[in-house]
């Protein structure tokens, strides 16, 4: 254990970067107790881990546990922005309500300490500037930047009313290994299994759009970054340089040494055209900066297949 380890709590340690999250807490000399879902963790880590089952609901009934850690991750969500549209009553009920309940348990244990995962992607609404700061209008386009705003609002709510820490981090596109296909995948991890499987792809658009690609390593160093710094408030998190659709087929054919098929649809409603965050302020108060480019991360995930 390091000299400044500390016991974090992983809500969502199963997910894709809950994963990350706890190999790179443990990997630091931090305490981890991961919580999921499912009955047993998805891998059995060595170091100072364990494991919760059964979700949120029964991290709530562990009231020495969440009173005595030194910080409470939430990194779970159970939707994805298409499936919060086509169900938002659903994406309330099982990622707004779960998030109040943890917020009172804290608040009557005393447990202030909160780092939760929203949406930089999703958060915005339609950009008024780029690349976004967080001080941007909050004017989500789609149920799952609602729900998230919602989340936001009532973390904002504990912080004034009784005395909550919270950081928020709002990510780009986060992509790296271990984005596995549930439902639907990002971008870069979709247009990487296309290609080595040879199946052709699906653009909403012309292509042109463009997103804010940050590997999940970069994303989960920003993460760590907030054990040892008490800020307050949200941070973006993103490489801040935006790729379009196209160019990244480009990357992925370029990397793969195969030729994508790109079937093209209309645009949707709910997809801004440019989405590029403002990084500069988890620079300056974190002294935090994305290692990994578009071209690397792809490159890893080809290597891995």
């Known amino acids: 254990m390091t000299q400044h380890s500390k016991h974090i709590v992983i809500i969502g340690g199963n997910g894709f970067i809950g994963d990350e999250a706890v190999r790179q807490a443990l990997a630091s000399g931090h305490r981890v107790t991961s919580v999921g879902r499912s009955m047993k963790p998805s891998v059995e880590y060595a170091g100072a881990f364990d494991y919760v089952p059964g979700g949120l609901g029964a991290l709530v009934d562990k009231a020495e546990l969440i009173k005595t850690v030194d910080a409470v991750w939430h990194l779970a969500s159970s939707t994805v922005p298409a499936q919060a549209t086509a169900d938002p009553r659903g994406d309330a009920q099982d990622n707004l309500l779960p998030l109040i309940t943890l917020l009172e348990e804290m608040r009557r244990l005393g447990q202030t300490r909160l780092l939760y995962l929203s949406s930089g992607g999703a958060i915005y609404g339609p950009p008024e500037q780029l690349p976004i700061p967080e001080t941007h209008p909050l004017r989500p386009a789609s149920a799952y930047g609602a729900t998230k705003l919602a989340a936001e609002a009532y973390i904002r709510l504990y912080q004034d009313m009784y005395g909550l820490r919270p950081v928020i981090i709002r990510p780009a596109n986060p992509y790296g290994p271990g984005q596995q296909k549930l439902g639907v995948l990002g971008a870069v991890t979709t247009f990487v299994n296309a290609a080595l499987n040879n199946k052709p792809i699906t653009i909403w ?95 890893d995930l080809v290597a891995r297949r």
């Open 205 to 299: 658009g012309d292509g042109s759009a463009v997103r804010d690609f940050v590997h999940v390593r970069d994303l989960v160093q920003l993460m760590l970054a907030t054990l040892e710094n008490p800020v307050l408030g949200a941070y973006n998190c993103g490489y801040g340089q935006g790729t379009s659709l196209n160019t990244l087929c480009d990357v992925v054919e370029q990397a793969t040494g195969v030729q994508i098929t790109r079937n093209m649809h209309p645009a949707r409603p709910f997809d801004p055209l440019k989405v590029v965050l403002d990084i500069s302020k988890a620079k300056r108060d974190l002294g935090w900066t994305p290692n990994i480019t578009l071209a690397q991360g792809v490159a």
